[in-house]
């Protein structure tokens, strides 16, 4: 009945590639090459596990929010990462793999997520900088991904983009109002700025030269801009928003370049990007206990839950 | 780690942005039964207001045809230009139509 079930790959493959070149969207039950499906499956669930540990850093401050406006909207963004993991995770599973495969490859630490929750959230600003620049630089990536070429997954980040936009603004209006108040509320924000400006500039990845998988991704359609591409466009986007604040970027050769039309600026530790890859960044055993302690406290919620249904069934 | 336990159903969410308009397909959610699954749709798929009427229905449940547009099974409305408005010459000054 269906193109799948008969032909043979090379037809099905032109057939992909075909689809790929008019730039349509592959859907969950196409043909695809095994190799687009691994990527894709890697990649959706490293960014889905990003935004269910990414409660953990922001959680941190929901029981000491300084005011109920601020504890409102902070639980309200915490609430909205754990639905992006959903969406997220409920695209993974058109590819054939399982939630519960992927809840398990997380805590076994088989699957990463984003190393930029493995850095801890010392001050009440550090929930200011994340809406600013982490998830300022998560739009930065998303945004192009809503054109990805694997159908749930760009409707999946269309959904997301449009929530990260109140993330966003939310940061830079808290932090906006801790720079009207005192000099250590500013040298609060500076000092916050200071540790999350290199690691916000990592979240696009390694330089493209060190980057193996970005072609094969962009001739699939799965990525549309290389790392560089992207962080470049952060920075740019981040310069005068960094101005209007008041607060300086931490980076000595950060300069405009008039002839490239594009600031110039210096690269971040890679190494210590690597360290937070392996497993070794400031919280990456305090996130992952916490991740796995949530799943094991929850069991007899599930089981409670798996048991009155049975009942309701039953009866 | 808990011992192995069966996972909750997949179940997919449809709904209706406002009245006037049909359910679309936004997504999926795993729930162990039916209302629990109308629950989850609204806590992860409208917290902005995005609908106003919910359907859960159990993935297993559906049938699909396959998604792919080679599929014969749409062929037979492709040879059929006469079920189109276009297929008809009417003369310019016939109004209203």
């Given at each position: 009945m269906t193109l799948t079930d008969h032909a043979p790959d090379d037809v099905l493959e032109r057939h992909f590639e075909a689809t790929i070149a008019r730039n349509d969207r592959i859907e969950p039950r196409d043909w695809m090459p095994e190799g687009y499906r691994k990527t894709l499956v890697r990649q959706i669930a490293q960014h889905a596990h990003s935004e269910i540990i990414g409660m953990q850093p922001e959680g941190n401050w929901i029981s000491r929010a300084p005011s109920l406006r601020r504890k409102a909207i902070l639980l309200a963004k915490v609430q909205d990462e754990a639905g992006h993991g959903l969406y997220l995770y409920s695209a993974a599973e058109t590819l054939g793999v399982s939630r519960l495969e992927l809840t398990e490859m997380l805590i076994s630490g088989r699957q990463k997520y984003s190393s930029i929750f493995n850095y801890p959230t010392l001050s009440y600003a550090d929930v200011g900088t994340i809406g600013w620049l982490v998830d300022g630089a998560a739009i930065c990536n998303q945004v192009p991904l809503c054109r990805t070429s694997y159908g749930p997954y760009g409707r999946a980040m269309i959904r997301v983009c449009k929530e990260e936009s109140f993330h966003q603004r939310q940061g830079y209006e808290l932090l906006a109002t801790m720079m009207r108040g005192t000099d250590e509320q500013r040298a609060m924000v500076q000092e916050s700025v200071n540790r999350f400006w290199w690691p916000a500039l990592m979240m696009f990845g390694p330089p493209d030269a060190d980057s193996p998988n970005t072609a094969q991704s962009m001739a699939w359609g799965?990525?549309?801009?290389?790392n560089d591409e992207l962080r470049q466009k952060f920075v740019d986007m981040s310069v005068p928003q960094a101005e209007a604040l008041g607060v300086t970027l931490p980076?000595?050769?950060?300069i405009w370049n008039e002839e490239r039309g594009h600031h110039d600026f210096g690269q971040p530790d890679w190494e210590e990007f690597m360290e937070g890859v392996k497993g070794n960044g400031p919280c990456n055993a305090q996130r992952m206990a916490h991740r796995r302690r949530a799943h094991e406290d929850g069991a007899w919620v599930r089981e409670a839950a798996t048991a009155y249904a049975a009942k309701q069934a039953a009866s | 780690m808990s011992t192995v336990e069966p996972e909750w159903p997949l179940y997919e969410v449809f709904v209706r942005g406002k009245r006037g308009l049909n359910h679309v397909h936004v997504g999926s959610l795993h729930a162990a039964d039916d209302r629990m699954a109308l629950l989850h749709a609204r806590d992860v798929y409208t917290r902005r207001n995005e609908g106003v009427s919910i359907w859960v229905v159990r993935a297993d449940a559906i049938t699909a045809s396959s998604p792919d547009e080679k599929d014969p099974m749409f062929a037979p409305s492709g040879d059929k230009v006469y079920r189109h408005p276009t297929f008809y010459d009417i003369p310019d000054n016939v109004p209203h139509m």
């Open positions: 799965i990525k549309r801009n290389t980076d000595p050769e950060l | -």
